[in-house]
């Protein structure tokens, strides 16, 4: 054999190699799965990333298995969007967290999507190296910014602030890069500002070399980042399912909600179990400050919306062909004064 069909064969068989190995590991294709007419239907799978606008998803999750002994939903981890959007419209899984101008860009492309529910809000600070002279938003103009992609709603802060500044889009040199590796990028200076869903914005700030330029919360209240999204034809096929999963997650926010001890137990076995991360990163942007990210009021409103329809045909990433009752489907939503805590009591870390 020459040593190119050498090489060539190789390659062939790494590829494949790293092929199985992310199929194994990530999207669990070759796991055992019940069979038989007594095992009952596959189990709901729910597309995430490690990121506390997700956060909810590995809590929902754990906490079914500690009260019941399993959970009736299998949560995927993925790395970036790119990879969580196409899972998703394969068919693979039923549901996923997904930013919310990507599922308004998808109906608008005619994809069979709903929104039903809300992953947080707030939290995404925009920071900037705490030894650079950035201390407004005009200070900003020709300098480069990083936001995860094209449909961040954090793409939307700049845009919105800019606005405000009388300035454009245009006057920034916006880069799309993933979330983890921008506290790299700002620590070494590649880039002069981030944004993104935590924890990486408060990674920044914890290590001692990121500076909020400004929290989301004082600049857009009630920011919403990320959505809990299912397919239309799930939602006719499978309600009473989609149901348990919506309550699931109303739960496990107001869990999340109702005490710092809750907070931090999640950030101990989110980290460890789902994330794999330091859960001193979990730990430190889920209590610096407290209500740097929250986890009630999840219902979708109107207004809210709205203003990303606007905002998002502005910035020129939504064509602005879809609205409101078109992508939401908030039949599935109770309301935040109904919804109670699981009964779950957090174990000291």
Not at 11 to 23: K, Y
Not at 27 to 50: I, M, Q, T
Not at 142 to 161: D, M, Q, S
Request: charged content about 25%; proline content about 7%; some cysteine.
């Amino acid at each position: 054999m020459s040593f190119r069909k050498t090489l060539l064969l190789a390659a062939v068989v790494i590829l494949t190699g790293i092929t199985l190995l992310h199929s194994a590991l990530n999207l669990h294709l070759f796991d055992a799965r019940p069979n038989g007419a007594g095992a009952g239907r596959e189990k709901f799978r729910v597309g995430f990333l490690p990121v506390t606008c997700h956060l909810t998803c590995p809590v929902t999750d754990f906490i079914n298995k500690q009260l019941a002994g399993e959970s009736m939903f299998d949560p995927i981890r993925f790395q970036g969007w790119p990879e969580l959007k196409e899972a998703y419209l394969s068919g693979y899984m039923p549901a996923t967290f997904i930013l919310a101008p990507m599922a308004i860009a998808l109906r608008e492309q005619g994809v069979p999507i709903k929104i039903v529910y809300l992953g947080h809000r707030e939290g995404g600070d925009v920071m900037v190296h705490k030894d650079s002279q950035i201390y407004r938003t005009e200070d900003l103009k020709g300098k480069t910014v990083a936001v995860p992609g094209r449909y961040a709603n954090h793409r939307l802060i700049f845009y919105r602030e800019l606005k405000k500044a009388g300035m454009q889009l245009s006057d920034v040199n916006l880069v799309e890069m993933p979330p983890p590796d921008m506290p790299a990028a700002l620590y070494s200076r590649a880039v002069d500002a981030i944004t993104s869903g935590e924890p990486f914005p408060g990674q920044t700030e914890m290590d001692g070399y990121g500076r909020a330029l400004y929290r989301v919360k004082e600049v857009w209240p009630g920011f919403i980042s990320c959505v809990l999204a299912v397919r239309e034809d799930v939602i006719r096929n499978r309600r009473a399912e989609v149901q348990q999963l919506v309550d699931g997650i109303a739960k496990s926010g107001k869990w999340l909600d109702t005490s710092m001890d809750n907070r931090m137990a999640a950030a101990q076995f989110v980290s460890t179990l789902y994330y794999n991360q330091n859960p001193r990163l979990l730990t430190y942007v889920l209590s610096k400050p407290p209500d740097r990210v929250i986890y009630s009021r999840l219902k979708p409103t109107r207004p809210n919306f709205e203003e990303i329809e606007v905002l998002g045909k502005e910035a020129g990433i939504l064509k602005g062909t879809a609205h409101f009752d078109d992508y939401i489907d908030d039949s599935f939503a109770p309301e935040d004064d109904v919804v109670a805590p699981h009964p779950y009591a957090a174990k000291n870390p």
